[in-house]
């Protein structure tokens, strides 16, 4: 199947999520419109709390297909969600990339 036909083609998110973000589903009945297929595989990998990058992986899907079905879920009540906490650096943060290089380097 076509990333573009699980997400209905739309590339954007409603809701802005991490890939570190912990996902759960709620048990609820969802509210609205019925989620499709794909939405039923999200609900059956999310009874235990899950990031969005490992979501991603077992559906096969890319991260932005992947966070549209989850606020598709998210909009209707379906899904909780929990963003990691900051940890302080920014992910660009010249100091940890070059920590990170320093040590990819020692184990390669």
Do not use: F, W
Not at 17 to 41: C, F, I, K, N, S
């Amino acid at each position: 199947m076509r990333p573009y036909t699980a997400s209905d083609g739309r590339t954007r998110p409603a809701t802005r999520l991490d890939l570190m973000t912990l996902v759960r589903a709620t048990g609820r009945p969802a509210r609205g419109a019925p989620p499709g297929p794909e939405h039923g595989q999200v609900l059956a990998l999310t009874r235990a709390p899950i990031s969005v990058a490992e979501l991603a992986a077992h559906l096969r899907l890319p991260a932005a297909v992947t966070k549209v079905l989850l606020g598709d879920l998210l909009a209707c009540g379906a899904v909780t969600v929990n963003a990691p906490e900051p940890t302080g650096a920014s992910p660009t943060d010249r100091d940890l990339l070059e920590a990170v290089l320093r040590g990819l380097r020692e184990r390669l």
